[in-house]
């Protein structure tokens, strides 16, 4: 597959590139991890570049779908700031494409000219709160009742918990098969849903949250039934396009980092780049960051021409996972004991990549679909 990118593809990648290196300087991002997040200002600046309407078709205000773009949009600030990116994230992936793929028309025309212009943003249940080797329904929440539905069940959620934010997640009918599971959308502030911020080491203001369903009442205006496809699958590939893409993010930033580090630092005469342990080290690490890019863009461009693209979704994201880790940490080593000040950025790619595990880069699902596709 041809991954040559467009002319307005180039246009938009360019324009990410040159406003990154303008608002997002190390010395800044520095402060605003500090803080606890990006701030409110600077994402409101990103939002007026107008790109929150990619994976959204012309009919409800969006110039796509074009998820290739909005991929590579989204890579582009992770590499210099991944709680950026996934504020992106949440626009244009869990608001814009979940609802262009799984809402009906009166969702997608009330929902989705907002999502195209930055003014709402979601967030999407990932995974139950305790993972086993058990049947996935286990970890999912359970709708129960007759006249009127409830549903019940913890978990996690990615993407934003704000008061302007709608929370997507899967359910099914207590005792029923997983081929009946749900896709529902709901308010954040409805009666029985609390949802509480995490704080872990990485992505700070924006790491996810817990979830709580405490007999929150669901109707059948909040189903995103949409879709020709298995609907869970539909909205892992979403999920899972958005990211992989701030993996692959971190993975190119934590590289780019090392090297010019590697480049500047003199030891017996000469830059470390040149020994052979540091040289051959960051050669593979860029040769796997392409390999799973290659798997990221081919998923992307086939959900753009109507093709099979949740499993090429599924694969990049474990891939890209994977070398962002292993990036980040051979950044630390080339390092040394500079990379654990926090003066030096090798320290949050660490962090960052090790938090991106928490969105279930290796749940017993992602695992159980991989090894489907494999035959397994």
Known sequence: MDFELSRENRMILDSVKHW???ECQEEAIREWDEA???????QKKFIELGFT??????????????????????ETLASHYPALARAYGAITFFGGAVFSKLGDETQKNQMLPAFARGQRSAAVFVQGADRSNEAENHSLPMISGHDRNFVSGNGRCVGSASAKALLVFPAFPANS?????????????????????????????NTGARVSFQDMEVR????????????????????YLELGAEALGIARGSLEYAT???????????PIIRFPAIRDMVVQNECDIQAAAM?????????DRGRPWCGDAARAYYAACRIARKTALDGLQILGGYGYTMEFAAQRYVRDALSLYNTGAESERLKAQLSAQMGI
């Not at 010019?260 to 000469?270: C, H, M, P, S, V």
């Not at 798997?295 to 959900?303: E, I, K, N, Q």
């Open 20 to 22: 990154t290196a303008r």
């Open 260 to 270: 010019n580090y590697a480049k500047q630092r003199i030891q017996f005469g000469r």
């Open 53 to 74: 309407g990619l994976c959204i078709p012309e009919a409800y205000e969006g110039e796509g779908p074009d998820n290739l773009a909005s991929v590579l949009v989204t």
């Open 36 to 42: 606890g997040g990006p701030p409110e200002n600077i």
């Open 220 to 239: 059948s205006e909040d189903i995103l039934s949409n879709i020709e496809q298995n609907p869970m699958d539909c909205l892992s590939g979403v999920l």
């Open 177 to 205: 098969k997983e081929s009946e599971i749900r896709i529902y959308c709901t308010e954040i502030n409805r009666a029985g849903l609390h949802i509480t911020a995490e704080d872990t080491l990485g992505y700070k203001g």
């Open 295 to 303: 798997l990221l863009y081919r998923a992307a461009a086939s959900a």
